[in-house]
């Protein structure tokens, strides 16, 4: 069951609450590659998933948790024999960086270890009764709560954190590297198997075998990830929209975004549509993307 709720008062500056929820996912259950303007905690009550980040993928099972900080790429993926149960919080404020290198960490090591597992442990209770309101006018008792989760959290920190595990092929962590910081840019598929010294072929085993997408579907959902986000949250004009991921020319962009979302950019913009489409992309035909890459350069 997928639940979420979206506060309407964000007075407070120092934590500000934009959304909380909760989902059991199916098994294999992914989200991204995508963008978030605002810190993401998710706590996991149950099975198991991967985070894949610029600094590594990660493992997490219940008790443990992860962050998702503001504009960085990340996918997350269910664990397909036993794919895990969990609760999100979406903050941000004066406090929330703070809050977070308490809690032991870091776009290095973005994974909440605990001292000590306990299924009714004090963090779990507070934010299962923060995710368990849906009015919006309880906004001043979620606020409260959410400061007793993150003392909880805080409290049960492990005071070491492991090192960060190594990346599992350094071909792929270059390329997809290189895709996620310069995805605004015109690029090609054979820019970047010149960049990683790769065969166009090996590179797109590579990204199969860890993604299940090829570099170019890759591309194309950090591109169309970026976009919604930058629309849903901003109000910059579509064409500077498009310029921000890539595109030089805004038709393209809005054939391409209609294409994966099935809703124009000024749809998306005005409400319609919804980022967890990212999960099973529309993807574009191979040729298609090929195309569309190629219009940008010109």
Same mark, same amino acid.
């Given at each position: 069951?997928?639940?979420?709720?979206?506060?309407?008062?964000?007075?407070?500056?120092?934590?500000?609450?934009?959304?909380?929820?909760?989902?059991?996912?199916?098994?294999?259950?992914?989200?991204?590659?995508?963008?978030?303007?605002?810190?993401?905690?998710?706590?996991?009550?149950?099975?198991?998933?991967?985070?894949?980040?610029?600094?590594?993928?990660?493992?997490?099972?219940?008790?443990?948790?992860?962050?998702?900080?503001?504009?960085?790429?990340?996918?997350?993926?269910?664990?397909?024999?036993?794919?895990?149960?969990?609760?999100?919080?979406?903050?941000?404020?004066?406090?929330?960086?703070?809050?977070?290198?308490?809690?032991?960490?870091?776009?290095?090591?973005?994974?909440?270890?605990?001292?000590?597992?306990?299924?009714?442990?004090?963090?779990?209770?507070?934010?299962?009764?923060?995710?368990?309101?849906?009015?919006?006018?309880?906004?001043?008792?979620?606020?409260?709560?959410?400061?007793?989760?993150?003392?909880?959290?805080?409290?049960?920190?492990?005071?070491?954190?492991?090192?960060?595990?190594?990346?599992?092929?350094?071909? +792929?962590? /270059? #390329?997809?590297?290189? =895709?996620?910081?310069?995805?605004?840019?015109?690029?090609?598929?054979?820019?970047? %198997? *010149?960049?990683?010294?790769?065969?166009?072929?090996?590179?797109?085993? +590579?990204? /199969? #075998?860890?993604?299940? =997408?090829?570099?170019?579907?890759?591309?194309?959902?950090?591109?169309?990830?970026? %976009? *919604?986000?930058?629309?849903?949250?901003?109000?910059?004009?579509?064409?500077?929209?498009?310029?921000?991921?890539?595109?030089?020319?805004?038709?393209?962009?809005?054939?391409?975004?209609?294409?994966?979302?099935?809703?124009?950019?000024?749809?998306?913009?005005?409400?319609?549509?919804?980022?967890?489409?990212?999960?099973?992309?529309?993807?574009?035909?191979?040729?298609?993307?090929?195309?569309?890459?190629?219009?940008?350069?010109?």
């Amino acid at each position: 069951m997928h639940k979420s709720f979206t506060l309407t008062n964000t007075s407070s500056i120092e934590l500000n609450v934009f959304q909380f929820g909760h989902e059991d996912c199916a098994p294999g259950h992914r989200f991204g590659p995508a963008v978030r303007q605002h810190y993401l905690f998710h706590y996991v009550i149950s099975g198991s998933g991967t985070l894949y980040t610029d600094s590594g993928e990660f493992t997490i099972r219940p008790g443990e948790g992860f962050l998702i900080y503001p504009h960085d790429v990340t996918t997350y993926c269910a664990d397909r024999q036993d794919p895990w149960h969990y609760m999100w919080i979406e903050v941000d404020g004066l406090m929330a960086a703070t809050i977070f290198q308490q809690c032991r960490l870091s776009r290095q090591m973005p994974v909440y270890r605990p001292q000590h597992y306990r299924p009714e442990a004090e963090e779990r209770r507070c934010l299962a009764e923060i995710v368990a309101h849906e009015q919006n006018d309880a906004w001043l008792k979620i606020i409260g709560l959410s400061y007793q989760f993150f003392a909880a959290l805080i409290a049960n920190a492990q005071r070491e954190q492991p090192a960060a595990p190594a990346e599992k092929t350094r071909h +792929l962590s /270059k #390329a997809v590297k290189y =895709l996620e910081s310069r995805y605004h840019e015109p690029l090609s598929i054979g820019q970047l %198997a *010149a960049y990683c010294n790769l065969n166009r072929s090996y590179l797109s085993r +590579l990204f /199969k #075998a860890e993604f299940g =997408l090829g570099p170019k579907e890759y591309l194309l959902q950090v591109r169309m990830n970026v %976009a *919604a986000s930058l629309l849903r949250h901003g109000s910059a004009a579509i064409k500077v929209v498009a310029l921000s991921v890539g595109y030089d020319n805004q038709l393209h962009f809005c054939k391409a975004f209609r294409q994966f979302y099935g809703v124009s950019p000024s749809a998306w913009r005005s409400g319609e549509g919804d980022l967890t489409s990212s999960i099973e992309p529309r993807l574009m035909a191979t040729a298609s993307v090929d195309t569309d890459i190629a219009q940008q350069r010109r």
